[in-house]
């Protein structure tokens, strides 16, 4: 947890699995989630290190698949979404669990609560929904009380990340996301190395260092479970880059 962490080596991921997070590791954060803005370097980037990686390359995200899939269009790119809910591998095949009852009454009370506050909107996702509060940080408190109490009320879980709280189904996150992608081929095998930004990730860096990898933070220094640190979503481009 030491927060002093050094820059990851330029060979870090020779012969490794990379997992990457897209929101403030690929591209920087936007003030809503259609608001992002994707280069055409970072598809290209992908592209690329799918090639060098033999396919041992996959995002982990927050963000719904189809959406995700769309802004990073790269043939065969394993995906998993939605916090680890959804996953579609590199041969298009895709799975996820039943849709939660209760999950349409907690849009809809998402959406009356956000339709009176100016600057907060609800993300559906197909499995979950995110209530974001960026355009109103004033909103938190009321926010994560009313995700919360929908919570216990639905019996999913509350997931919290930089100015947003959702609702997604339980026993799952980006931990279990990365131990089963890795579990596969190519993935299988090979040191998972995960590249990160958000307390969303910290699952993710403890479950690829208990694998034999390790994680990789984005941004300002705090206690994290990587092992290294990058300053920023240039860092990152920068380094894979080089890497």
């Known amino acids: 947890m030491n927060e002093a962490l050094p820059p990851p080596p330029a060979d ?7 997992y990457l997070d897209f929101d403030g590791t ?6 809503t989630p259609d608001g992002v803005v994707v ?3 970072v598809p290209d980037l992908v592209a690329a290190l799918t090639v060098r990686l033999g396919g041992r390359l996959a995002l982990i995200s927050g963000r719904a698949i189809d959406g995700l899939a769309a802004m990073v269009p790269v043939p065969g790119l394993p995906i998993s979404g939605s916090h680890g809910v959804e996953t579609r591998w590199a ?12 999950l349409d009454a907690a849009i809809a009370e998402m959406t009356a609560f956000a339709g009176g506050r100016q600057g907060v909107l609800v993300e559906e996702k197909p499995f979950g929904v995110a209530l974001h ?22 019996g999913l879980d509350v997931q919290t990340g930089k ?30 190395i995960f590249v990160g ?18 994680g990789i933070l ?24 080089g890497a």
């Open 39 to 41: 280069e055409p370097l």
């Open 91 to 102: 041969d298009g095949r895709r799975d996820g669990p039943d849709r939660a009852e209760g």
């Open 26 to 31: 690929l591209v920087e954060i936007a003030e």
């Open 197 to 214: 930004d958000d307390d969303t990730d910290e699952a993710a860096f403890v479950a690829a260092t208990a694998l034999g990898g390790c």
């Open 133 to 154: 509060y960026r355009g109103d940080p004033e909103a938190k408190t009321d926010a994560h009380a009313l995700v919360a109490g929908l919570a216990e009320r639905t």
């Open 163 to 192: 100015m947003v709280v959702e609702l997604r189904p339980a026993g799952v996150d980006k931990g279990h996301a990365l131990r089963r992608l890795h579990a596969a081929n190519p993935f299988a095998g090979h040191d998972p």
């Open 12 to 18: 870090l991921i020779d012969g490794a699995s990379l």
């Open 218 to 241: 984005v941004g300002p220094a705090r206690a994290t479970a990587a092992r290294y640190r990058l300053d920023d979503v240039t860092a990152v481009r920068r380094w894979l880059k």
